[in-house]
């Protein structure tokens, strides 16, 4: 598996098949990328998800982040994701559900 665009810890993740470290690394820098509006960054590193094994079980942030780079996802999906973080007491995430798609509206 090639992906030149990932950054480093990722690209030794992936070519060591450290999937579990991926996905937490992913799980962190990805809001944050998120919040930044820097979408091409994170649809790189989300790309290599397709390649997971069947066991691994992404958290809800990775839904939320993959959703977050389709410019025509449905804005009330992200309603769907802010309840889901708040039950999950995971705020920073709620915060980013509710903020992103008015961040990236107001920038184009």
Partial sequence: MQFPDLSSPYYEYVRSSDWARYVDCLN????LW??????????AHLMPLKNLPEEIILPG?????????H?????DQMEVFFKEFL???DFD?????ICFPKARWNRW
Avoid: E
């Fill in 87 to 89: 039950a999950r007491k």
């Fill in 93 to 97: 995430a709620a915060v980013a559900s």
């Fill in 34 to 43: 998120c919040l930044d509006l820097n979408l091409p960054t994170l649809a």
């Fill in 28 to 31: 962190r820098d990805g809001l």
């Fill in 61 to 69: 942030r990775i839904g939320f982040l993959s959703a977050a780079c």
């Fill in 71 to 75: 410019p025509d996802g449905p804005l």
